[in-house]
């Protein structure tokens, strides 16, 4: 069933229909910092069911809800630990995700039969204001078609959504790029679920203590080994693109790429390197710059897909501080191919 979409200003009128919508049950795609997301009211299972079917996501990927304020959290979590409070002073509002014991009114349909939710304040404005203009903590994953990269603009949006829901509120370019840092307060020690903009290191100097990083963050889930987060285990952010991240040095990437010519390989480079390369480049941000890297890496895999499949090789980031973020989903998009130069 195709449904006619609407794209829309996210100004006063397209918050207040976004606003209606959302009180009626429906889902409405909207800029945050991090990515785009859809959104449906988090304490009715009825919208909230209808975000997976639009997205043709698997049931087990439990939501995010996003909140606006801390007097929110009664009924949607049943405890607000010490190490949340420590966290959201930090960062809240901004891109971190806390994962908490889930409360009452979360719609099971939230969760995937989780007692745990994920707990989110955004700063965009839109989202404040969409949430004052609602009254409603809202579900939202990234707007993309289930195994796409999430959307950074309302026109990558557009692209997997036209025609799945009734509207989409355009904000332009979202500042972050990824999607938001994922930690569990749940448990013995706090766990780093999914790397962001907020690193394991202003994570560990906020709590005062030292994270954990679960396992499948930097490498493939090992045979047998269970996600502790569910979106670990999905192969995420897969171009059509065949990509190879090359971990080495530029000369040493170069020469590669001049050994595999016979590939007619494109490359996913550094700015300022593709010029030097000799074959079609994409460049994805400064080297050594993660937050750079961040901001342009998902607009770079969906450009790739625009130019079809191919042999791509592309430029390692660092594993730590910011750029933990883009290595966790350039070797997604890569199916954990890491060639060491
Ligand atoms: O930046 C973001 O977080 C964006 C914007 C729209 O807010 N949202 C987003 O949602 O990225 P989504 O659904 O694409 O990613 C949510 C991630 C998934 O990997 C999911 O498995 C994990 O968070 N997650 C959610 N609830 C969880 C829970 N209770 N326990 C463990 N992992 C959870
Ligand atoms: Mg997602």
Not at 29 to 55: H, M, Q, S
């Amino acid at each position: 069933m195709s449904i006619e979409t609407i794209c829309c200003a996210a100004d006063e009128a397209g918050i207040a229909r976004a606003a209606a919508l959302l009180q009626q049950g429906e889902i409405v795609a909207l800029p945050t910092e991090t990515v785009y997301g859809i959104a449906a009211d988090a304490r009715n299972g009825a919208a909230v069911a209808k975000i997976f079917e639009a997205k043709g996501r698997p049931q087990d990927n439990p939501l995010i809800v996003h909140i606006a304020s801390v007097e929110m959290l009664p009924g949607l979590v049943s405890e607000f630990p010490e190490r949340a409070r420590l966290l959201a002073a930090a960062f809240w509002p901004g891109p971190l995700t806390i994962i908490m014991p889930r409360g009452p009114e979360v719609a099971a349909e939230c969760c995937a039969g989780l007692d745990t939710v994920g707990i989110r304040m955004p700063s965009h404005p839109v989202v404040q204001r969409l949430i004052a203009a609602s009254g409603i903590a809202f579900a939202a994953p990234s707007a993309n078609l289930s195994g796409k990269p999430s959307p950074t603009n309302a026109q990558d949006v557009w692209n997997d959504m036209q025609g799945r829901l009734p509207l989409i509120l355009d904000g332009g370019e979202c500042q972050v790029g990824v999607e938001s840092t994922v930690v569990s307060v749940v448990g013995e020690k706090p766990t780093l679920f999914r790397p962001g903009h907020i690193t394991l290191e202003d994570l560990e100097r906020a709590l005062g203590e030292e994270v954990e990083v679960s396992g499948a963050i930097l490498e493939r889930l090992a045979e047998g080994e269970v996600a502790r987060s569910p979106g670990m285990k999905y192969k995420h952010y897969a171009p059509k693109a065949d990509i190879t991240l090359l971990n080495g040095s530029f000369d040493q990437f170069k020469a590669y790429l001049e050994a595999h010519a016979a590939e007619h390989p494109a490359c996913l480079c550094f700015t300022g390197e593709g010029e030097k390369l000799g074959v079609p480049y994409i460049e994805y941000g400064r080297e050594g710059d993660g937050e750079d890297q961040a901001k342009h890496l998902f607009r770079c895999l969906r450009a790739l897909d625009e130019q079809g499949d191919r042999v791509v090789y592309a430029r390692c980031p660092q594993k730590d501080g910011l750029s933990m973020a883009v290595y966790n989903r350039l070797i997604r998009a890569a199916a954990f191919r890491v060639i060491d130069l």
